[in-house]
Structures are given as structure tokens and as C-alpha cells.
């Protein structure tokens, strides 16, 4: 085996091992989404349900403002876990034509796309332009993932902030 054809599969190799650790990332994102927002929709709940009901001002104000914060941070949450558009608008691919051999957009496919013509297309791909195509895409929708991920931490730990002051407020007594 010459010395190009073993570079060639260890590039195609660590492109497939590190699109296999970006998806698992992706997919870390909308599980950790997922549980916090459970987490916080119940702690706005309780919080509201329990502490609404006291005559203290300065008591409710907090609480809605931690309801508006807490909405908020849904709101990102949901950014979180809807499924994002393929990025192909933010992949700057040079002279490379992707021939979508790796995802099928099932939306392209014409009457004409048979097995044959994708079996074809996939035996004359350039698998390492291809999988660093597919690679970029990836890096681009984890990116959007984890900066909506970190303002629902930060909005959260806001909100959660915010409950805790309220319920210390109705416990130390406000006389507001």
C-alpha cells in the first residue's frame, strides 16, 4: 500500500470519527436542553403557584420578573432543540462541488436519481472533500447549538437567582 492511499484513509478516518463526535455533541445539546427546560418549567411553576398567593409587592414583582426571564430562557432552550436548516450558505467550499453523497437531501432528489446513478457518484466521490464538507456543516449547526445553549444556562441561572431572592423576600418578611 503506497504512502498517498494510507493518508487518504487516515484522513478519512479522523473526518469520520470527528463527524461521529460533533453529531454526539449535537445531540448532547438537545438532551441537556431538554432536561433543563423541564427543570426550569417546573421551578417557574412551583415558584409562581406557591409564592403568587402572598400580599407582599416586592414578593411578585420578583417572581415576575423571574417568570419573564424564565420565559426567555424557554424561548433559547427551544432555539436549543428545533431541528436547524442544513448550513450549506456557511461553507465555503472553494472549486470542491459536493456531490451530497454522504446526506441525501431528500428534497433534491429528482425522478432520475436512481440507486445506480448514486452508486456511481458515491464510488467517484472525493471522500475527504466530502466528509470536510460534511464536517464544516456539522461544526456550523454545533455552533449555533452551544451559544443558544449557553444564554438559556445564563438566562436560567438568572431566573433561578431571581426565585431564590423571592422566596428569601417571603421568608424574611417584605413590607412592600
Known amino acids: 500500500m503506497d504512502q498517498n492511499l494510507r493518508d487518504v484513509q487516515t484522513a478519512i478516518s479522523c473526518l469520520l470519527h470527528a463527524i461521529d463526535d460533533t453529531q454526539g455533541t449535537i445531540r448532547a445539546y438537545d438532551m441537556k436542553a431538554n432536561s433543563l427546560g423541564v427543570l426550569l418549567t417546573l421551578a417557574l411553576g412551583l415558584s409562581n403557584i406557591s409564592l403568587l398567593q402572598s400580599p ?3 414578593t411578585k414583582n420578583l417572581l415576575f420578573l423571574s417568570l ?7 424561548f433559547t432552550l ?3 432543540l428545533r431541528p436547524v436548516m442544513n448550513p450549506v450558505k456557511k461553507v465555503n467550499v472553494g472549486n470542491y462541488v459536493p456531490t451530497k453523497t454522504y446526506f441525501v437531501d431528500s428534497k433534491s432528489l429528482t425522478v432520475e436519481d436512481s440507486v445506480d446513478v448514486h452508486a456511481r457518484r458515491t464510488v467517484q466521490t472525493d471522500w475527504v472533500a466530502e466528509l470536510t464538507y460534511e464536517k464544516i456543516k456539522l461544526a456550523s449547526i454545533r455552533s449555533y447549538k ?5 444564554w438559556a444556562i445564563v438566562l436560567s441561572g ?3 437567582v431571581l426565585i431564590a431572592v423571592a422566596v428569601a423576600t417571603q421568608v424574611g418578611g417584605c413590607n412592600g
Open 56 to 58: 407582599a409587592f416586592c
Open 68 to 74: 419573564g426571564l424564565g420565559l426567555l430562557a424557554l
Open 78 to 80: 427551544g432555539l436549543v
Open 146 to 150: 452551544h451559544s443558544c445553549f449557553t
Open 158 to 160: 438568572a431566573t433561578l
